[in-house]
């Protein structure tokens, strides 16, 4: 088997395509190779060595020493030097990569193959003995903490005591000798920790490192990372093991990070930073803050440290072309790793970069606009679930901004919270139901579960491309990054920011899209939805074939969900209606009336108020498709339950509280869900349904006739297993749908149906379709009596599940394919067979779930329905399915 593939010289083994075997780091390297440009010769072992070596108790395969050692003497045939080699020294980064990229969840160790002899040869070959001893104690440093597992804590204590004794601000200041000072107590440490002195055998180190990558593959970041992406495990992960080159080579060298196209905005201009004489990841972990690329961003940011473009023109040139270059052949933004040695440029990594969704937008419509892709592959680049974050608020620019301190606008949206210093305090706070903002230094990946918990992040440390600013884009969560100008004290638990102290629990605001940090709550802005929200919309409207509805019963809501661009209402819950003001104690009444002659008063009473509530509905959608279901609950939900309730109710209907109370408890059901509700109650009081059908009838004959465009209401029964169930209401809503026409003499065109929400009504779909001339999923119900689980109790044991791997996500969340699927399939092609061109759709919060709804394409549904925030989310999604 070849364990190997090797990448330098113009030329690859490997390519773009082959990920899933290199990662993408080394897929990447390997392409940017054979595109001729400048990247350190290297190899990669394959994912599969590292699925080896889980599968055979951390072993490797027996091929795999001879390829590294062929492997490790073609990268230094083509960098003139060989590993070990004190004459001729290579040095080399051992990097993990795996197939999605897992940013800072893997470490990197640098400048592998230094001991304390080839440390010297590397001072004499370089003539730059600080930079030989810098590179030296970074890598004990790295190795310690990566490979021989001590915390690099110890290290920074020992080097902030350094620093302290001599009086330095920077690391940057050490002389050589002074290096060597810090090296000697690192490796008294290391020795002091293990007992044993710091491995100085080149072969050893690298196999060490070998390991230390396929075992953080396992680690407890690297899990979490996995589970929050639905990452699976199987992939595992790629080595790299490449020759190093040096940023820290003094003042013409650097090293940097950048993104062909602005991240956080989208706008097409070369954005990065980097630092002179510095290396790996010194830019991500914010020890110094970073210089701007360009001149033009350098300017914009009002920065005073000269651009990368200034200091290093040349460098910057070739960068710029190899920018372009790249993101051309990848089709898309570029997020780029470099290092400058010497004034020459080295390209170190590429990846499609990560983006917020509006710069997801921007992009995809320039790139469309520009030719550089298609407008179907615009629709494709924005991930629908990401649209969320477009519907976050921002701060009113009319509110009055008490600022107390400005970091970078590192994440977009605005948040208001409560400050906690510790993602343990933010989870904490999460659970019980409070808001925070997540304040830090800077975040690890370690805080990952903190800043999930958060409203958003704030650190005082760290660029635009911190830990904090790439995570908080990738999760949608507003984030300020290095406002440096404040404080935060985790002992005495304080921010101390221009003069006022605040401590946790104090509520503050940020504002991801300026950087600003104010003091309290400020007033908030929905956001617009127009430019390239609305071009990109457009052009997956073309692209799709269902339609999208919303599930919406309140005329805001309706409203809402209409500039969303839903196409009319998918499923509108009338027993909401009932729950407000006066409504509630008509329905109460209704309810505990002793016969019919008592329900048809009080539903005398709710008739006029239900008819005006369709009236508007049937405005605000013009036309359009509504989908009314008759009352659905088990009637307890409506009941008086304190005192006060009782007495109203008591009141009205002239009879003893006492009384009421005893209608109540004769209602009580053990199992309300599986009880008397749905179309039981039109079945066993088919006045509620006759007064419901009436409201519906004359409203859609009232708002026809202001409206000028003719309302065709479709009418959904509820909970049906039986066709006699559908037979018997169907029969009552004709009869009222009848006297209704006949009083208006007008006609009206409407359509009756049913919920398929129970596995029988499924199974008898082909039957219930000789009566329903429509079915709508409800894929809530569905689940649970197709599991047999309840939706309300069920989240915690499906918690457990998922953790053991029974199951793959939560059903309610995302439809079961494999079974209720399969009812859906079925009972959607057994109603066809029937009724050929029977209306199909789905309701319930799978309508709203981008890999429900691709489901839903397949089955070959009309339309999905959605609640309003997720319509958008629902009709990009409809289209990705489609094309
Ligand atoms: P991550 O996946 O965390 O970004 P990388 O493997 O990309 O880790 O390494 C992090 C950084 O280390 C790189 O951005 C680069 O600056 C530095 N680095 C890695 N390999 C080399 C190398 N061969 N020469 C110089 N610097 C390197
Ligand atoms: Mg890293
Ligand atoms: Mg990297």
Redesign the pocket.
């Known amino acids: 088997t070849k364990w190997v593939y090797t990448f330098g010289d113009g030329a690859a083994e490997g390519r773009a395509g082959d990920r899933n075997l290199l990662g993408g780091?080394g897929a990447n390297l390997a392409e940017m190779c054979s595109l001729g440009l400048p990247v350190?010769p290297?190899f990669t072992i394959t994912t599969e060595a590292c699925n080896f070596y889980y599968a055979n108790g951390n072993g490797h395969p027996e091929e795999l020493a001879g390829q590294v050692k062929a492997a490790l003497a073609e990268v230094g045939r083509i960098a003139g030097r060989r590993f070990g080699d004190p004459e001729k020294l290579l040095l080399?980064?051992v990097?993990?990569?795996g197939r999605a990229s897992m940013?800072?969840m893997?470490d990197?160790v640098?400048n592998l193959g230094l001991n304390d002899v080839t440390v010297e040869a590397l001072a004499r070959d370089s003539g730059d003995a600080r930079f030989a001893y810098d590179s030296y104690r970074r890598f004990i440093q790295m190795y310690s903490d990566v490979v021989l597992g001590l915390d690099h804590e110890l290290f920074e204590e020992i080097l902030e005591e350094e620093k302290a004794r001599l009086g330095y601000e920077l690391d940057t200041e050490f002389s050589a000798g002074q290096w060597q000072e810090v090296i000697a107590l690192y490796k008294d440490r290391v020795e002091e920790e293990l007992g044993k002195p710091f491995p100085q055998d080149p072969d050893e180190q690298l196999w060490g490192a070998i390991g230390a990558v396929f075992s953080s593959w396992m680690n407890a970041r690297a899990i979490t990372y996995r589970r929050l992406h639905d990452i699976p495990e199987s992939w595992g992960t790629a080595v790299?093991v490449?020759?190093?080159?040096?940023?820290n080579m003094g003042e013409t060298s650097a090293?940097g990070?950048a993104f062909t196209r602005n991240p956080s905005t989208g706008e097409k201009a070369l954005y990065g930073e980097f630092l002179v004489n510095a290396?790996?990841?010194d830019v991500v972990a914010g020890i110094r803050t970073p210089q701007n690329i360009t001149e033009k961003a350098r300017i914009a940011a009002g920065s005073d440290r000269p651009s990368l473009q200034k200091l290093m023109p040349e460098a910057f040139a070739s960068f710029v072309d190899i920018c372009e270059r790249l993101e051309r052949h990848y089709r898309d933004m570029q997020d780029l790793?470099f290092?400058i040695e010497r004034g020459k440029l080295?390209m170190?990594?590429t990846r499609s970069g990560k983006r917020t969704a509006k710069a997801a937008l921007k992009m995809a419509a320039d790139m469309a606009n520009e030719g550089l892709i298609s407008r179907d592959e615009a629709v494709l680049r924005i991930d629908p679930a990401s649209l969320d974050q477009l519907l976050h608020p921002t701060i009113d620019p009319k509110a009055e901004r008490n600022v107390i301190g400005t970091g970078l606008p590192a994440s977009p949206g605005a948040a208001t919270g409560e400050i906690v210093f510790s993602s343990h305090e933010a989870e904490e706070a999460r659970k019980a139901g409070r808001k925070v903002i997540l304040v830090r230094v800077e975040t690890s990946p370690e805080d990952i579960h903190g800043m999930h918990a958060a409203e958003g992040i704030l650190t005082t440390r760290g660029g635009m491309t911190s830990h904090a600013a790439v995570v908080a884009r990738g999760m949608g969560k507003p984030c300020v990054s290095g406002a440096g100008s404040l404080r935060v004290d985790y002992r005495a638990g304080t921010l101390v920011a221009m003069g006022h102290t605040l401590k946790g629990g104090d509520v503050v605001t940020i504002d991801g899209g300026t950087g600003q940090v104010l003091k309290g709550a400020v007033a908030m802005l929905q956001p617009e939805l127009s430019g390239d929200f609305a071009a990109i919309m457009e052009w997956a409207d073309k692209a799709r074939r269902m339609k999208v509805r919303t599930n919406a019963e309140t005329p805001a809501d309706a409203r809402m969900a209409r500039s969303f661009g839903a196409e009319g209402i998918g499923l509108c819950r009338t027993e909401h209606m009932f729950f407000d003001g006066d409504r509630i104690v008509a329905m109460r009444e209704m309810i505990l009336a002793e016969d019919e002659k008592g329900r048809r008063a009080a539903l005398a009473k709710l008739l006029p108020m239900q008819r005006s509530d369709f009236v508007e509905l049937f405005e605000i959608m013009a036309g359009l498709p509504v989908t009314i279901r008759l009352l659905d609950p088990p009637l307890h939900e409506f009941l008086p339950k304190t005192e006060k309730e009782f007495e109203e109710v008591a009141a009205v209907l002239n009879v003893p509280a006492d009384k009421l109370r005893h209608r109540t408890e004769a209602l009580h059901e053990f199992n309300p869900m599986l009880g008397h509700r749905g179309c039981r109650l039109a079945v066993s009081y088919p006045e509620i349904a006759e007064m419901q059908t009436r409201a519906i009838f004359e409203a859609a004959v009232e708002a026809g006739r202001k409206t000028g465009s003719p309302v065709v209401p479709e009418i959904m029964v509820p909970l049906v297993g039986l066709k006699k169930e559908l037979d018997y209401v169907k029969a009552r809503i004709d009869a009222v749908a009848k006297s209704v026409i006949e009083e208006a003499g007008v006609s009206v065109d409407y359509l009756t149906g049913t919920m398929i929400e129970l596995p029988r009504a499924a199974i008898r779909a082909h039957v219930i379709a000789e009566t329903a001339e429509f079915f709508s999923f409800g894929t809530n119900d569905l689940t649970q009596t197709t599991f047999g689980i309840s939706r309300d109790d069920a989240a915690p044991f499906l918690e457990t599940y998922r953790q053991k791997g029974i199951i793959d996500q939560d059903p309610f969340v995302s439809i079961d394919v494999d079974g209720v699927g399969e009812l859906v399939a079925m009972a959607a092609e057994k109603g066809r067979s029937t009724r050929p061109g029977i209306k199909l759709g789905i309701c319930g919060e799978h309508g709203g779930d981008p890999a429900s709804i691709r489901f839903c394409e397949k089955v070959g549904l009309d339309y999905v329905s959605c609640s309003p925030f997720r319509v958008p989310i629902a009709r990009l999604a409809a289209a990705q399915a489609a094309v």
């Open positions: 780091k350190p290297g080399v980064s990097r993990s990569g940013p800072g893997m990197t640098l790299n490449q020759a190093m080159v040096f940023g090293t990070v290396q790996g990841e790793e290092t080295w170190l990594q």
